[in-house]
């Protein structure tokens, strides 16, 4: 990765192509942001959309895009996201408006990412949470949202499927990015 530039994707040659998600990240010259699980919480901490997976998806990602926007980044920043969900058969099903929410917060930017599925979370109401983390750059480094990131094999989210969902190893159903 040249100096300048903050953030370099990994996809090796080897692997499956990455479907919605990048195998590796590695990055340089910023701030690690530690994301804390977010889940579909309003400001005031109560689920928005009970009982909508989409929905809280969308709003677990504008909180974690928030985190990182608070701390001098963007969603751009973010190197590694865990999905964490309840029903992964629903998610499954959702995948093409999962792949539209994701390009509204995201474009076709994948970090590294995973899913799993879990019994449930802390709130009964939350379908989903997601956590990790961003690398905000250091001052005479780039940014990621200005586009100065190195590319290491196909990261740019082309090889999604018509959803643009996330695929883990190219198998359809994928990992975490919807």
């Known amino acids: ?25 590695a990055t340089r010259g910023g701030r690690i942001v530690w994301l804390a699980g977010q889940n579909g ?5 109560r689920i928005a959309a009970v009982g909508d997976l989409v929905a809280q998806v969308d709003r677990a990602l504008a909180n974690i895009v928030a985190v990182v926007v608070a701390a001098g980044g963007s969603a751009a920043d973010i190197v590694k996201l ?12 959702a995948r093409a408006a999962l792949g539209d929410v994701w390009r509204r917060h ?9 899913l ?3 019994t449930g979370f802390f709130d009964e109401e939350a379908l989903v949470e997601i956590d990790g983390f961003a690398v905000v750059a250091d001052a005479g480094y780039g940014s990621a949202a200005d586009g100065s990131e190195d590319v290491v094999g196909d990261t740019d989210g082309t090889a999604a499927d018509e959803g643009g969902t996330a695929s883990s190893r190219g198998h359809t159903g994928g990992p975490a990015a919807p």
């Open 106 to 114: 995201f474009g076709r930017r994948y970090p590294a990412m995973m």
């Open 116 to 118: 799993l599925g879990v």
């Open 82 to 93: 865990h999905f964490y969900v309840h029903d992964l058969p629903a998610y499954r099903a």
């Open 1 to 25: 990765m040249p100096p300048s530039e903050p953030i370099e994707r990994i996809n090796p040659a080897g692997l499956a192509p990455p479907i919605g998600f990048s195998h590796g990240v």
């Open 41 to 45: 919480t309003d400001a005031e901490g």
